[in-house]
């Protein structure tokens, strides 16, 4: 299996290679894995690094224009959590966030059927926008054990990952 660092400013052809997988972005920051091997028209294996941690799995397909559109939507309509975050530790947080009831669509982070093992929530607080995944208690898939029963949080950079979700659309023929 080949790996490639892919930038949008960049063309790439890929003679003879088996496999290819691109990440797009950074992965100790933030990166999208793309499976190109497996791509099937607008149906991809991916999935996103934040800070060097894996969520998603290219075991499965993602809708790429529906993870665009979800993700996009939901960087440009953060939702303020109204509470006082230096007052809770991940776990804590996570079960604050995901017991928000009628509330919680606010948070939820829907990116398609690589990520349908995992609950993603961005949100703002003091003007920083922010996100806390875990994986489901029962995943269909297999992950690293590291990953398992652990909630993950993190400020994330809304530019940067407005940038690397415009090098996906790039790279899968939606930059119009």
């Known amino acids: 299996m080949y790996v490639f660092n892919f930038k949008a400013n960049c063309v790439g ?3 003879g290679i088996e496999e290819v997988v691109i990440i797009l972005g950074n ?3 933030f990166g999208i894995e793309v499976d190109l091997n497996k791509k099937d028209n607008m149906l991809v294996p991916l999935r996103l690094f934040i800070k060097n941690n ?3 799995t290219l075991d499965d397909y993602t809708y790429v224009i529906s993870f665009i559109n979800n993700f996009m939507f939901k960087l440009e309509h953060l939702f303020e959590l109204d509470i ?3 007052e809770f530790d991940e776990l804590n947080l996570f079960n604050y966030i995901h017991s928000l009831g009628e509330d919680l669509y606010r948070y939820r982070l829907k990116l398609g059927d690589s990520f349908d093992d995992y609950y993603i929530y961005i949100y703002m607080y003091n003007d920083k926008t922010y996100l806390t995944w875990k994986i489901v208690d029962a995943p269909f898939f297999t992950y690293h054990k590291n990953q ?3 909630v993950f949080s ?3 950079n809304i530019h940067e990952i407005q940038g690397v979700v415009k090098e996906l659309k790039y790279l899968i ?3 119009k």
């Open 54 to 56: 894996p969520i998603g």
């Open 148 to 150: 398992i029963n652990r």
């Open 13 to 15: 052809f890929f003679i």
């Open 84 to 86: 006082n975050l230096k």
């Open 27 to 29: 992965i100790s920051s």
């Open 154 to 156: 993190c400020e994330i």
């Open 173 to 175: 023929g939606m930059n």
